[in-house]
Nanobody, 127 residues
């Protein structure tokens, strides 16, 4: 059954903004940690931002701090990633992930610790 569905990707010029959404369903809804990862061509998947909505903590990769904001709307079971001041280096497929743990990596940055994944949405930033 469908667990996570992303949307909101697209083509934007450098300096522009996009907001990604991720709707959770099924068992993914009860995950207390959710995150956004991205994978650019020829590169490994990397953590962008994560949120532990029970503990109320968020974590950002250094490369996106001050530009991206992760939030969660519990009423809609939806995770968001507001991306501002986008750069060409932000070009990648963005994935939503969720899990109940256990999590051992600080900042919930280890992709193999997540149980549920979306299909990904492409973000392309032109210079």
């Amino acid at each position: 059954q469908v667990q996570l569905v992303e949307s909101g990707g697209g083509l934007v010029q450098a300096g522009g903004s996009l907001r990604l959404s991720c709707v959770a369903s099924g068992r993914a809804v009860s995950s207390h940690v959710m995150g956004w990862f991205r994978q650019a061509p020829g590169k490994e998947r990397e953590s962008v931002a994560s949120i532990n909505w029970i503990a109320g903590t968020v974590h950002y990769a250094d490369s996106v701090k001050g530009r991206f904001v992760i939030t969660k709307d519990d009423a809609k079971d939806t995770l968001y990633l507001q991306m501002n001041s986008l750069k060409p280096d932000d070009t990648a497929v963005y994935y939503c992930a969720a899990g109940r743990g256990p999590f051992h990596c600080a900042g919930y940055i280890c992709s193999d610790e997540y149980s549920y994944w979306g299909q990904g949405t492409q973000v392309t930033v032109s210079s």
